[in-house]
Each structure stands twice: as C-alpha cells, then as structure tokens.
C-alpha cells in the first residue's frame, strides 16, 4: 500500500509541475546566444550565428551541430517554405540553403529585399512589408520581386500565415487579416487587442504572440478568441516557434526553452 501511495503522489506531482504556461529548459545555458535568426525545417532548429555558422539543433536533446562552412555572419532572416531553407541577408539578398550541406545559392536581383521589415510565406511565395510601407512580394523559385500594394502599410509590425491566410499586427496593437491581391486589410477584434505584442509564431491553427509585459498569447484569428497562457514570464523572449507538436522559445540571453501549451 505504501509503494502504490507513493506512485500516486508521484504522477500527481508531475501532472502539477507540467502546468500550461512553464518552462523546460533544453540544452546548456546560453548555447543560442550568437543567434541571429531561427527557422525550424523537419522539426529541428537551424540558427545562423554570429561567428558566421549555420547550426541545426535537435530540439529534444539540445545537441547542436554545424552546417557546411562560414558565410551567414550578415543573416538578417532565417525561413523556410516546403522542404526548402532560405535567407535573406542585411544587404536585402534572397538566397536559397542546402540544409544539409550549408551552400548557398542566390535567388532573383542582390539587394532587392532591402528594408524588409516583416514578412510571411503562402504556397512558395514570400510577403513582407519594407520601411516605405510597401506590401511586396516574390517567387522563392526565381526570387523575382513584385510590389502588390501601395506604400501605406508602414504601421505593420508583423506578418504571419494561420491555415494559407496571412495576418498582420500594427504598430497600434491591432489584429487584421489581409487580402494579398490587393494589399487591403479587415480588422479582428478590438483595436489595440495585441498593443506591445513584438514577437510570435503562428503554430497549431493559431497565432501565438508575445507582449513586451511577458504575456504569452494564443488566437485563433477566424474567432479572435484569445487565452493568455501562464504567467507573464515571457518579456525576454528573443526567438518563439514550433516543431515536433510543442511550442519553444530562446531567450535573450542565449537559453532554449519548451513551453507546455496544452
């Protein structure tokens, strides 16, 4: 009797420690500091790094390992689009990543993603919004550059795809979906809903976003039906995204972290 007590208070205290909203770290402290950008490609990480490095992680060990050689020191973008990793670097060049052998290959004219401020892909074409406000887009077969919208999008702070619809915060805190064939926007809920969000992902049919008081939010943007999850523990958040059905973060300081959801 007194070792099936035991197990049972065992299961019970690991069901309560698994609370929505905490945190699991994964790997060493502080391995992702020189991250620059994160995309995640089969369910495991790729991060370019500040001494030039592509890195692919194992998200359930935290094993880090190098890809190819040196070259991705000037990354500003890390994204992916079917089986396919890219990069745009801080020069605004689009270039495609063999991700198992680190080589790059350019796609389209050099430069022609200066400015990109926010950006988000739908079917092999990337949208993204650059500092004059226009709505652009590009083919990531050709990288063929195309302006979809006049310049008056300059008040949008993030882009993201939820289910082949592209959704937007602006810089007001508001949540709106866009029609890509004309660049015009309906907003979602209440002005201001996601004032100070600055970071999120879009992951299990939603839109999970960060807010710079640490609160970790998810929408479902068809409903605009908003939970926040857990405590406001999330303010230092550098990188959100998801792979393997869970939801993980790095830090700002460099730790990776997964984060119960459910």
């Known amino acids: 009797m007194k070792n099936t007590f035991l197990i049972f208070f ?26 620059t950008a994160a995309a995640v ?24 390992k190098t890809v190819g050689k040196d070259g991705f ?26 991700h198992t052998t680190g080589t790059k290959e350019k796609l389209g004219t050099a430069a022609s993603f200066a400015g990109m401020t926010t950006f988000g892909v739908i079917d ?22 195309t302006v979809n919208g006049g310049s008056n999008h300059m008040n949008v ?7 082949e619809k592209m959704y937007g915060v602006e810089k007001s805190g508001s949540l709106f979906e866009w029609a890509l064939n004309g660049g015009t926007r309906q907003m979602i809920g ?13 992951y299990n049919n939603g839109l999970y976003l960060v807010t710079k008081a640490g609160l970790l939010t998810f929408t479902k943007p068809g409903t605009a039906e908003r939970t926040v999850i857990g405590k406001p523990i999330f303010g230092l958040t ?7 059905g869970k939801l993980y973060t790095i830090e700002t300081m460099g730790s990776l972290y997964e984060i119960v959801v459910k």
């Open 190 to 202: 209440k002005y201001g809903d996601y004032a100070s969000s600055f970071t999120g992902v879009a």
């Open 124 to 145: 092999g074409t990337l949208f993204g919004v650059d500092t004059k406000g226009d709505l652009i887009s590009a083919d990531l077969v050709t990288g063929e550059k």
């Open 10 to 35: 065992t299961i019970i205290s690991l069901a309560a420690n698994a609370q929505t909203g905490t945190q699991k770290q994964v790997g060493m402290d502080g391995m992702w500091l020189g991250a």
């Open 41 to 64: 490609l089969n369910d495991k990480l790729y991060t370019t790094e500040k001494n030039g490095t592509l890195v692919v992680t194992d998200l359930n060990t935290g094993m880090r």
């Open 73 to 98: 020191g000037n990354n500003h973008f890390l994204f992916t689009s079917g089986n396919t990793l890219y990069m745009i670097d801080y020069a605004g060049t689009l270039s495609k990543i063999d």
């Open 238 to 244: 550098k990188y959100i995204f998801g792979a393997n």
């Open 157 to 163: 702070s993030l882009m993201y795809v939820v289910n």
